[in-house]
């Protein structure tokens, strides 16, 4: 009996999506053969690393698409610690406005103490919120927020900057999903705060700074690529997929038949090629570009709903700015009054948190409202607090070449890999690190820090942009986004939709767009897509894991996992 041909698959892009659709599929050469394409000539997305200098600002390079993740990233911080690398912890900082209408993680200010009643209010809330998600899910925050009583500043100073930060909603906020609000402190996959009555935050989170996200990617591309059955074709744009219908046949064609542009000695020229099915691992505007007429009328519909927004991200070493429109530093000015009526214990553990942040406030997020219009914001972000090289850590994180622990090192190592392991590598900066972190590391000082400040929404909020009072000659890199919109539309025009275009016409989509913009979401739509094609789900046992593909596998797909990957009556 012959053996039948591998199912030949075009992965189009080659993002955290598109990643880990191809790894899941290499790990079947006899069944599948796998080509990616990508318009850039690297992979990664929007996960992206850039240059520096290191002599000046005490790092060789910052990551400045995707800066990190929560600990309940399972997906993610599991393939990144098969490759080698290990997220870094850092303690989750907040600084949000500023003067009278600052609030933080760190201490109780006065603004804490100002909504006090809402803060109290908000924990109702979110457990009515759970109890009746799929109602929620339609309604808007801002129409949220009105049905609860809570004071319309409540939700300027507090909820909004809060959402738009961890779930990169921007100006969007008020417009999103209020089931997303809930998820941001109950979910267990996507949980970041834990809810306190009196404070809104009841602590400093851990969060987990990503190692150099340009040697994660390279590392998984080599490994994606060991086994011989997947191709990278990186800095080829497919520009058409001009049929999913065509018959197949021995002269080697197939039902999907696509026009990729290819560059040779200067000269762009464009190609057929033919496959047998297709994963677009792309954003849905282009999806849609590329399937043009061959999109169906579903297709135009969910993928038509998604809203994008360009917004800007400038990295830049300007503290005046900084200090301009944030809280840089602590301010005892700020501190909420001691309540009279509250216990000599809680009065206690108020002067404690003064106290640690007169000599621990390193804020990591920024946001400040505009004047004009507070529902509006602006994000920035201290790199050198965030990510771990601006103190010393080797591009591969803090992970030890030897170690084999939960999963660690599981790969064969890329020279890239090696590379980024080597502790020698920590080195590169050390001569601007004349400052101290508050756990005595060394650290570049304040003036020397770097800054990405995001300004969101070209088309509706750019004549608000301060992006004009960065000095010039601080700039050290701008560069220009396509951000997804979490407006409450999509929870209804687009989630609960995907499961009936996903698979049809030998077409798969994969990307985070379809729930919500997270790197972990990313990675497992590509481990689903490359499941539906009949591969295994790599880390197939591990609950953790497991736990989110389950749930996007139902959401995106309408499908359960395979007879025999369940486990239990019920499951």
């Given amino acids: 009996m012959s053996t039948p041909s591998p199912k030949r698959v075009c992965i189009v892009g080659a993002g955290a999506s598109g990643m880990s659709a191809a790894y899941a599929l290499s790990r079947h050469p006899d069944r599948y053969q796998v080509t990616v394409f990508d318009k850039q000539d690297f992979a990664g997305g929007m996960a992206t690393s850039i240059d520096i200098d290191a002599e000046k600002y005490g790092a060789a390079y910052i990551n400045d698409g995707v800066q990190g993740c929560s600990p309940v990233f399972a997906n993610t911080l599991r393939i990144f610690r098969m490759l080698g690398f290990e997220a870094t912890e850092v303690g989750m900082q907040i600084s949000f406005g500023k003067d009278k209408d600052f609030w933080t993680n760190v201490f109780p200010s006065s603004l804490v103490a100002q909504f006090q009643g809402d803060i109290k209010k908000f924990g109702t809330a979110l457990s009515i919120i759970k109890k009746f998600e799929p109602f929620f899910a339609m309604i808007p925050v801002h129409t949220m927020l009105k049905m609860f009583g809570f004071s319309k500043d409540f939700g300027d100073k507090m909820v ?16 999103i999903s209020s089931a997303i609000l809930e998820r941001v402190f ?14 809104l935050l009841a602590s400093i989170p851990t969060m987990l700074a990503f190692p150099k996200l340009h040697d994660v990617y390279e590392a998984w ?7 011989g059955n997947v191709n990278f074709r990186l800095g080829h744009e497919v520009v058409e997929v001009m049929s999913r219908h065509a018959k197949g046949g021995t002269n080697g064609s197939g039902p999907v038949h696509i026009k990729p542009k290819y560059s040779r000695d200067g000269q762009e020229s464009l190609e057929e090629e033919f496959f047998d099915e297709l994963i677009l691992a792309v954003d849905a505007d282009s999806c849609l570009k590329l399937l043009n007429k061959q999109s169906t009328w579903m297709e135009r519909k969910v993928l038509g709903n998604v809203k994008y927004l360009y917004d800007v991200t400038i990295t830049h070493n300007d503290l005046d700015y900084m200090r301009k429109y944030y809280e840089t530093q602590y301010d005892p000015s700020h501190n909420a009054p001691l309540e009279a009526s509250g216990s000599a214990q809680e009065r206690q553990e108020t002067e404690d948190s003064f106290k640690f942040a007169k000599d621990n406030f390193r804020p990591l997020y920024y946001t400040m409202q505009y004047p004009q219009d507070k529902s509006k914001i602006e994000m920035s972000f201290d790199l050198t607090h965030y990510q771990p090289q601006f103190r010393g850590e080797k591009p591969a994180g803090p992970i030890d070449s030897e170690d084999r ?32 972190d508050a756990d005595g590391q060394s650290e570049p000082p304040l003036e020397q820090h770097v800054f990405q400040t995001i300004f969101l929404d070209r088309d509706g ?61 990313a990675v497992t739509s590509g481990f689903a897509a490359a499941y539906r094609l009949g591969a295994e789900y790599p880390f197939h046992g591990d609950e953790d894991c497991e736990r989110l593909f389950r749930m996007y596998l139902a959401a995106s797909h309408g499908v359960r996992m395979r007879k025999e990957d369940r486990e239990g009556l019920f499951a």
Wanted: glycine content about 6%; overall charge positive; some cysteine.
């Fill in 461 to 521: 909020s750019q004549d608000l942009w301060t992006w004009k009072d960065i000095t010039p000659e601080k700039k050290i890199y701008e560069k220009w986004w396509k951000q997804q919109s979490h407006r409450w539309q999509h929870y209804a025009g687009t989630v609960p939709w995907m499961m009936w275009i996903n698979g049809k016409n030998h077409t798969y989509f994969a990307g985070a767009w379809s729930i919500l913009n997270m790197h972990e979401l």
């Fill in 221 to 227: 591309k080599t490994e994606a690529a060991s086994r």
């Fill in 405 to 436: 622990s939960d999963h660690r090192n599981e790969c064969e190592h890329a020279q890239i890999t090696r590379d980024a392991q080597d502790p020698t590598k920590g080195e590169v900066g050390a001569s601007a690190r004349t400052g101290k």
């Fill in 186 to 199: 109950k979910d267990p996959s996507m949980r970041l705060f834990e809810y306190s009555e009196k404070s």
């Fill in 160 to 175: 909004y900057p809060l959402v738009a930060l961890f779930f990169g909603t921007g100006n969007q906020t008020p417009y």
